[in-house]
């Protein structure tokens, strides 16, 4: 701010040289300078004031004490006391205007924060509900409709495990970036919070540019992101609702669009889906259960069922597999594969994962005592290893070393992991896996065959077992394909190292067949289903070591 006072080539103070006064002003303004973090150009010409708000503002000083005045209409042919009067004012004049101003960007910057994102500089939330209001508003008088994106970006959670935090910011910043560049005037982009963002597409003539949009939005998230040093590619999964078709409220189309969101991660992500009626059922549904969910797991509602695992050439039951059940005191039995979904989507499956695990984990050790290298079997979900943190799995291995029996045989729980864990896998997720590898904990493939089958996973991850999915098992004696297949793989999994447990065996014809092809364990339902821990310890107590061949039934 060296320049006050100095307004233009015919500036007084400036041709008169180092006047004390001009000085003295100048030192002021410096300093004013470093405590307010904003430029302030006194006595400057008003075309200097680079925005129309300051130039009016100081335009109205001015016009308020008569001394003062913007450079242009400086009296160059004033002497030196008029001027250092003028200077004094000025100082004055300075000092209240940059006070305003400071007062003025405080409130500016205030109400930044509370309607615009501070990651992105998108609105957020609150800006989001007033402006869709607004829309739906316009809409009814217009008579066009208003659609609703919303987008969340697929496995994000990965990008701040394997690149940091920071890092993930950046990325948030650029997608902002992208999604603010699709739209028109009458448009909104928002970042709701975290990696949630929306696009308001109001005023529409042809509906059929709701699509094209998310499509765009697709195939543009598809290219990569340079992210200072690394480079990362993401997708997103985008639900759509359209007003007044679907919702007559901000409220509930927000709900529509993230339940068409939910539904287009449901079925694989990286897609759009428009919200339906019967997606909103759905979602009443899961709601009920996971509040009813919530509920069970003080109840005691849930239990462990154990199902046998029987070794194929020796005989006789010397594995269980872990299943969680679920008794609804209203609905009775409620699957699995209703309520792990629900209870993975909203993180409950970490504290659900963890209980199982210390119940199989004892009830493995009590059948230890007559069985010392019983080893029962738990199911991990990807998203335990995802949410858990160290102190976790740090407490797992603890307790394996505590509960499970005595050692000798190693622990008494091994843990059955999928494919997706190991395809989307990153740093953390393998050094908890080699955590538990190295803790002598082994690790199964669970429903080998029905994903991505790829066999150099099989090898980086160093597998114990692996488990032929019942699919395969199901037409084996019809299917000759089928039955080459299972060989294979058998062959296969034996060449790396592995053993191999196939699973929904119902015949003794797939259970022979099984075993002429190597096959090491069974399990499936002529050997028993899963039953209650004190129904499996009757069974182990009464079925003597046998020779495959003579099913368990349960
Ligand atoms: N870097 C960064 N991360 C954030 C911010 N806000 C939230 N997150 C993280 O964003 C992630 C959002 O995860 P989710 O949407 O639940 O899961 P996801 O990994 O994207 O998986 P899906 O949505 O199921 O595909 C969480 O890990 C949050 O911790 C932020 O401002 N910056």
């Not at 005191?329 to 792990?340: A, L, R, T």
């Not at 629900?342 to 493995?364: C, D, K, P, S, Y």
């Not at 998203?383 to 291995?397: K, T």
Request: with cysteine; net charge negative.
């Amino acid at each position: 701010m060296v320049a006050l006072l100095c307004a233009g080539e015919y500036c007084h103070v400036h041709t008169v040289g180092k006047h004390q006064a001009a000085i003295h002003v100048e030192n002021y303004f410096n300093e004013l300078q470093q405590q307010h973090p904003f430029t302030l150009l006194c006595a400057y010409p008003l075309s200097a004031f680079p925005h129309g708000d300051d130039r009016a503002m100081f335009g109205e000083v001015c016009r308020l004490h008569t001394e003062v005045l913007p450079a242009e209409n400086l009296d160059m042919g004033a002497d030196l006391d008029t001027m250092r009067r003028t200077i004094a004012l000025l100082q004055q004049q300075a000092y209240a205007l940059s006070t305003e101003v400071y007062d003025r960007k405080q409130v500016e910057r205030a109400l930044r924060e509370v309607n615009f994102d501070r990651l992105t500089g998108l609105p957020n939330r609150s800006v989001f509900h007033d402006r869709m209001e607004m829309d739906i508003k316009r809409s009814r008088r217009t008579q066009r409709p208003v659609a609703l994106l919303f987008i969340d970006l697929d496995h994000f959670k990965e990008i701040n495990d394997t690149l940091g935090h920071a890092t993930g910011d950046v990325l948030l910043k650029q997608v902002g970036k992208r999604l603010a560049s699709y739209v028109r005037a009458s448009d909104t982009v928002t970042r709701l919070g975290g990696d949630e963002f929306t696009i308001t597409l109001a005023e529409l003539t042809n509906i059929a540019t709701v699509t094209d949009v998310a499509q765009k939005i697709l195939d543009d998230l598809s290219h990569p992101f340079q992210l200072d040093d690394e480079v990362a590619y993401i997708s997103a999964s985008i639900g759509i609702t359209l007003y007044p078709q679907d919702a007559a409220s901000v409220g509930e189309l927000l709900r529509n669009a993230d339940q068409a969101m939910y539904e287009s991660k449901a079925l694989g992500r990286n897609r759009f889906c428009y919200f339906t009626h019967s997606m909103q059922e759905a979602a009443q549904t899961r709601m009920a259960i996971s509040n009813d969910l919530r509920r069970a797991i003080g109840n005691d509602q849930l239990t462990v069922f154990y199902q046998p695992i029987v070794d194929m050439h020796a005989g006789g039951i010397v594995k269980a597999e872990a299943l969680l059940r679920w008794q609804h005191p209203e609905n009775g039995e409620i699957s699995p594969v209703d309520f792990i979904p629900i209870a993975e989507h909203t993180g409950m499956i970490v504290g659900i994962g963890n209980w199982v695990f210390q119940r199989a984990l004892q009830q493995a050790g009590e059948w230890r005592i007559t069985q010392p290298d019983f080893t029962v079997s738990v199911n991990v979900s990807p998203v335990q290893f995802y949410r858990s943190n160290e102190a976790y799995y740090r407490e797992w291995l603890n307790n394996c070393k505590t509960l499970g029996g005595p050692p000798g045989a190693g622990p008494a729980v091994s843990i059955e992991i999928t494919e997706s864990l190991m395809m989307a896998s990153d740093e953390t997720v393998m050094d908890k896996l080699a955590a538990f590898q190295n803790a002598g904990i082994k690790i199964s493939l669970d429903d080998f065959g029905t994903g991505y089958s790829s066999l150099s996973y099989l090898r980086k991850f160093n597998l114990d077992y692996l488990k032929i999915d019942q699919s395969f098992v199901h037409n084996l004696e019809q299917d000759t394909a089928n039955c080459a297949l299972c060989e294979a793989i058998i062959v296969m999994a034996h060449k790396l190292g592995l053993k191999v447990i196939a699973e929904g065996i119902e015949t003794p014809g797939q259970r022979d067949m099984l075993a002429r092809a190597g096959c090491d364990y069974g399990q499936g339902y002529l050997f028993g289903q899963p039953i209650p821990a004190d129904q499996f310890d009757v069974l182990l107590k009464n079925a003597p070591p046998r020779l495959a061949g003579q099913p368990v039934h349960a």
